[in-house]
């Protein structure tokens, strides 16, 4: 039989639970992935939790070759559970780069690296897990123009704040009180992913919206699944969803048009972009769009038939509006380089 051990919960009555024996420190890393678009260093919290009372020990971070951190720290935890947050500083190389800070425990003579993870759920019994501790750097080699994004923000969206790490300022829009006078302070405007499945104001906000681009505004717009729109008016001109998508993150990606500034301003886009992408390349791509619109990419699943809705660019009046179902959303929070510098081009258009 397993060992358990039981205690009274005041709303749960009885709880059982698994007997561990766990180290007598871990340590985890705040961010998981962290990304440097320029040379300025960081501040990096790490957390430490006690397993045991009385602890004393000293904690490194060990960072990948030519990254820089700040000298190891002592530390004393004087109970069991208790947490302490101590911050070093990393400094990225000048050239890209990515790699792992790796937290080093010492007590007496024995060394602790991994991160305890205590999953609790009502629908599954309670487990703790101990993983190597660990979080993703990546230095990228990126150029940007303009500063001030607004952003509509889309479904479990963690967009704006990868936006804001290579050093956008990032504001999160009220859809309701959207108007092209508004919007005239930002850069560009992103929507997030599946707002248009999502937020039912987007359909009165589509005339504003289109009004921003056409007096000189980018917009971008993330995908959307092609059921249970609010509006089939996502864009200036005609463009229809389809559930064409590349579910092979390594797909070959050809490109249709070299010369196109978003594949050349400020950053010049080449196939080594498109190298450590995670997942997928995107989801949900147009497969019908209005002759105004320039497709930019091509890319298939193995047996599959090319698609060419992955990134489509129009301009509008004096401005640009930018379609893509490319999985930005999963490529920004992964740290992946190429997605970054895409995406700076994507922002930049036009200025």
């Known amino acids: 039989r397993d060992v358990v051990f039981k205690f009274n919960d005041p709303v749960d009555g009885e709880v059982y639970r698994p007997f561990n024996v766990l180290p007598k420190v871990s340590a985890s890393i705040a961010e998981k992935v962290l990304v440097f678009a ?10 430490l939790r006690a397993g045991k009372d009385n602890l004393e020990g000293t ?8 990254w820089g951190v700040s000298s190891p720290q002592l530390f004393t935890l004087a109970r069991e559970g208790e947490t302490s947050t101590l911050w070093f500083t990393v400094t990225p190389p000048k050239n890209q780069s990515q790699g792992y800070l790796r937290p080093l425990i010492l007590i007496g003579d024995t060394y602790y690296d991994k991160e305890l993870i205590n999953i609790d759920y009502d629908h599954i019994p309670y487990q703790s897990v101990l ?28 967009v704006g704040q990868s936006l804001e790490q290579i050093g956008y300022t990032v504001t999160n829009l009220d859809v309701e009180e959207i ?11 992103v929507v997030g992913v599946r707002a248009y499945n999502t937020n039912a104001d987007l359909a009165f906000a ?9 007096a000189g505004g980018t917009m971008v717009v993330q995908y959307n699944t092609s059921h249970r729109l609010v509006t089939k008016q996502l864009a200036p001109y005609a463009l229809s969803l389809s559930r064409d998508r590349v579910t092979d993150e390594f797909a070959p990606v050809t490109i249709l048009e070299p010369s196109h500034p978003v594949l050349n301003s400020p950053n010049k886009i080449t196939q080594l972009d498109f190298k450590g992408w995670v997942q997928e390349r995107g989801l949900y791509f147009p497969n019908k769009w ?9 890319m298939n699943d193995k047996g599959a038939s090319q698609t060419k809705g992955s990134l489509l660019v129009a301009s509008y009046g004096k401005g640009h509006y930018v379609y893509t179902g490319l999985s930005f959303f999963r490529e920004l929070p992964a740290g992946v380089p190429g997605a970054y510098r895409l995406f700076a081009n994507i922002i930049s258009i036009g200025k």
């Open 179 to 189: 108007s092209a006078q508004s919007l005239k302070k930002y850069d560009a405007v």
């Open 206 to 214: 589509q005339k504003e919206l289109n009004k921003y681009v056409q």
């Open 290 to 298: 209005a002759d105004e619109f320039t497709p930019i990419l091509a």
């Open 38 to 47: 320029n040379e300025n260093p960081q501040k990096v919290a790490v957390h």
């Open 131 to 158: 993983l190597p501790s660990k979080a993703k750097v990546v230095r990228i080699d990126i150029e940007k123009k303009g500063q001030h994004i607004g952003y509509i923000q889309g479904a479990g969206d963690g």
């Open 59 to 66: 904690l490194q971070l060990n960072a990948p070759k030519g």
